[in-house]
């Protein structure tokens, strides 16, 4: 079946640096990708967003980049501050309409 | 604060008990989903609920009963879980399916 999957299960940056969460997606159908945060004890929150007609999108210290030739999407997010700490999903919208996930990259941030 | 609220946010049940999750959005979106969420997997989506209809349901165990009384609630009922249903399970709702979808926080359930 189709799946979305992250390269590193833990990523540990220290506080200040630029951090860099990858996904990769196997549908090419799918037209929508959205990251998403979620902090202990929380649901996911959203980050931002991309459609798949652009190649890059930022938001306030995000940025999400999105290749399409190789199905691969990712996160950066620079000057990593510790309230960065969290648990980082992609998700891909397919052409049925439904969110598919991946498993997850923990982010720490060290001082 | 999403808007999507979840009650309670912990719930401990025996396998014969007999419980129900309750979600609310005050964000006039008209689809609504149920996801569990287990250590080291991926959201797993149960339920989708679009202008109060069940639109979507991925093989879950009958044990598991959703219900979509308005488009602003939803409930998940449940009836002798098993310890492996164990999970944080999450209510979220988008304005339509294929959107962003906010989450609420969640219910860890507990399964003793």
């Known amino acids: 079946g189709e799946s979305v999957g992250l390269h590193l299960p833990t990523l540990s940056v220290q506080e200040g640096d630029n951090s860099i969460i990858n996904c990769a997606y196997s549908?090419?159908?799918?037209?929508?990708f959205i990251w998403y945060k979620q902090e202990s004890g929380k649901g996911p929150q959203f980050i931002i967003d991309?459609?798949?007609?652009?190649d890059k999108r930022q938001g306030q210290r995000v940025t999400v980049l999105l290749n399409k030739t190789v199905k691969h999407l990712s996160l950066q997010i620079a000057a990593t501050q510790p309230g960065d700490s969290a648990v980082y999903f992609c998700a891909e919208i397919d052409n049925t309409d439904k969110p598919i996930f991946g498993t997850g990259t923990r982010l720490q941030v060290f001082p | 604060e999403t808007g999507v609220t979840q009650t309670p946010r912990h719930l401990v049940m025996g396998m014969t008990n007999k419980k129900s999750l309750k979600c609310e959005q005050h964000l006039g979106h008209n689809a609504m989903y149920w996801y569990k969420q287990s250590a080291k997997k991926p959201l797993e989506l149960m339920f989708v609920y679009n202008f109060k209809e069940q639109t979507e349901n991925n093989s879950v165990p009958s044990r598991f009963s959703p219900e979509c009384p308005n488009s602003s609630h939803l409930f998940l009922h449940l009836h002798t879980l098993q310890p492996e249903d164990s999970a944080l399970y999450l209510c979220?709702?988008?304005?339509?399916?294929?959107?962003?979808?906010?989450f609420g926080q969640g219910t860890r359930l507990t399964v003793v």
């Open positions: 549908n090419s159908a799918s037209d929508y």
């Open positions: 979220a709702s988008s304005q339509e399916g294929g959107t962003e979808a906010f």
């Open positions: 991309i459609r798949s007609n652009m």
